[in-house]
């Protein structure tokens, strides 16, 4: 009988064990989760405002005429062009 005692305090003790394992393995399944929601919410916020700047930056006009976010081809000398009063006027800003 006092094998039998021992054996079952030697499998509660297993047991707990693992249960403490698992519950391990369900915190770090839960973190995981929650950053995966985070990294997804980054990402949509981040796509919105690319797509805002891609707008933005559309406005803009190389010298030569074309668009400047055909960069692809462009070459890296080619600047934005800017009107001459922009510094009479404040900076520009607000204007386009």
Same mark, same amino acid.
Request: hydrophobic share 55%; proline share 8%; aromatic share 0%.
């Given at each position: 009988v006092s094998q039998i005692a021992q054996s079952s305090d030697e499998q509660s003790a297993g047991i707990a064990q693992i249960n403490k394992g698992i519950d391990q393995v369900a915190q770090v399944v839960q973190q995981n989760s929650a950053t995966a929601e985070e990294s997804?919410?980054?990402s949509e +916020?981040?796509?919105g405002q690319? +797509?805002?700047?891609e707008g933005l930056i559309s406005q803009f006009k190389l010298k030569d005429g074309s668009s400047s976010l055909k960069i692809a081809g462009?070459?890296?000398q080619k600047r934005i062009a800017m009107p001459d009063t922009a510094a009479a006027d404040g900076g520009g800003f607000g204007r386009y």
């Open positions: 997804a919410a980054a +916020e981040m796509s690319s +797509e805002m700047l462009a070459s890296p």
